[in-house]
């Protein structure tokens, strides 16, 4: 059984930030990657973000120098920050691991950029 537990949303202003966190917990032994996801209303959910096992990161052009994704392998966390948020990046994240062939989603997070 693995859990990942998110935290790191709210309400923010349109250039202001936020941080999500990620914490995956439970018996694993390794996490090959972990990503963020978010869902607009009556939108198909899309790939933010994502950090591979070694580093390496991705970003959707949209959110492009101004997200950036980490990750802590001792820790088996991995966090967003978010930066000059805008209204179109309200929506729902979604912490995403894959770990030893299993794909594991923590509770959404509403982020909401509004004045």
């Known amino acids: 059984q693995v859990q990942l537990m998110v935290s790191g949303g709210g309400l923010v202003q349109p250039g202001g930030s936020l941080r999500l966190s990620c914490a995956a917990s439970g018996s694993f032994f390794s996490i090959s990657v972990m990503c963020w996801y978010r869902q607009a209303p009556g939108k198909q959910r899309e790939l933010v973000a994502r950090v591979s096992s070694g580093g390496r990161t991705d970003y959707a052009d949209s959110v492009k120098d101004r997200f950036t994704i980490s990750r802590d392998n001792t820790k088996n966390t991995v966090d967003l920050q978010v930066h000059t948020l805008k209204p179109g990046d309200t929506a729902v994240y979604y912490c995403?691991?894959?770990?030893?062939?299993?794909?594991?989603w923590g509770q959404g997070t509403q982020v909401t950029v509004s004045s």
């Open positions: 995403y691991a894959h770990i030893l062939g299993g794909d594991y």
